[in-house]
């Protein structure tokens, strides 16, 4: 392995850069976690329709979360693993304090790579959007993800602006990446099969650039990574960040202090956590 393919493999597995557990162990720790909260969610009453088709692929389906009160806001959460890994079943654990502060909640899932290619996952995204708005009838949406799962919100800002700006109101993209090149020397690729040409087409970063002109979308997109992400996370969202911000979006970045790329959205289980007030603040519109 050469000297840039190994620092890319090295920047971008999150699992060494964990100063709580030793690499070996932190992933099976995170899947562990977010499964025993995420069944005990599924098992609520929160929990009102469960695998719900929205497209023809296996995986395309998508769990509602809600109580008995009114819902005028809906979160969308899309689950990460590098578009090969983890399930929406295992991934509910942002549900609860949404649902306790008024706000509708959807775990989605999709089909994985090498089943299907990264382009086929970005469009299955594209056709849940659709789903959510024409067929389910939804409005006030906020899309967001965890890693993989920020990537391919971070996809639907495009045709937000095109398609559906009076539906979605925002994305909360956490320890995403948007700039797919630097996975191609790396072993994660493997399962991919991206190339120069398909990074250039599944990039945020890169193909925004042709669109993001006479931008009529008045949302909000906020970009949040964790204090020990590794360099290249914190580094993808601060420069996505400021090219939403060169390109008329009103953005707002984090970085959560304490945690890491797994347990900053494990924390999302917690009332009083941090990030989960700063997503229920933003969702309802408070300072």
Known sequence: MNVKKYENELLYMPSKWCKRMEPTVVVNNHIDTIRLVSERVKKSNFCKR????????????????????????????????????????????????????????????????????????????????????????????????????????????????????SEVKGFILISGIYDLAPLLKTTINNTLHLNELTCLELSPVCFLKKHLTNISWCGKCFLVSAENDSPAFKQQSTKFAQFLTFHGLEVIEECINGVDHFDIVENLANDDYILTRRIINLILNKS
């Open 50 to 165: 469960s695998d719900i088709k929205y497209g023809p692929g296996d995986l395309q389906l998508l769990d509602i979360y809600e109580s008995n009160l009114l819902h005028c806001n809906t979160f969308v959460y899309i689950h990460g693993g590098y578009w090969q890994e983890l399930n929406k079943d295992i991934s509910a654990y942002c549900v609860e304090p949404l649902i306790n502060a008024g706000i509708r909640v959807i775990v989605t899932g999709y089909d994985l790579a090498p089943n299907v290619t990264l382009n086929m996952i970005v469009d299955e995204i594209h056709q849940l959007l659709s789903y959510l708005v024409n067929n389910l009838e939804y409005n006030n949406i906020w899309l967001g993800g965890h890693s993989a799962g920020a990537h391919l919100a971070a996809c639907m800002i495009l045709p937000t602006i095109q398609e559906f700006s």
